[in-house]
């Protein structure tokens, strides 16, 4: 069983930066791939971004390539996503999620625990 919590949201303009942070806890954090999505009012939840178990493997949705990185430090426990030049459209909760697969994945179903949310807001 893992418990993840996300940190790092906020309210920020067009164009800044921010850094999100998932701290997980229970069982071995290297155990897991671990997954960032979002979520916008009315939408489904879209895939952000996926690190496998030994941060050798990296996936990114279309819409943020290039502008965001995944990251996982397995020392602290904590996966992390580097958010550059958002836009408005970024505006969601994020969530982290933990499977127990080797490399992560595109699709919400495969991941076995998840965070509550932290809202990311970014002004025009």
Do not use: H
Request: glycine fraction near 12%.
């Amino acid at each position: 069983q893992a418990q993840l919590v996300e940190s790092g949201g906020g309210l920020v303009q067009a164009g800044d930066s921010l850094r999100l942070s998932c701290a997980a806890s229970g069982r071995t954090f290297s155990g897991y791939a671990m997954g960032w999505f979002r979520q916008a009012p009315g939408k489904e939840r879209e895939f952000v971004a996926a690190i496998s178990r030994n941060a050798f493997n990296t996936y990114y949705g279309d819409s943020v390539k290039g502008r965001f990185t995944i990251s996982r430090d397995n020392a602290k426990n904590t996966v992390y996503l580097q958010m550059n030049s958002l836009k408005p459209e970024d505006t969601a909760v994020y969530y982290c999620a933990a499977t127990s697969g080797l490399l992560g994945s595109r699709e919400p179903s495969v991941y076995d625990y998840w965070g509550q949310g932290t809202q990311v807001t970014v002004s025009s």
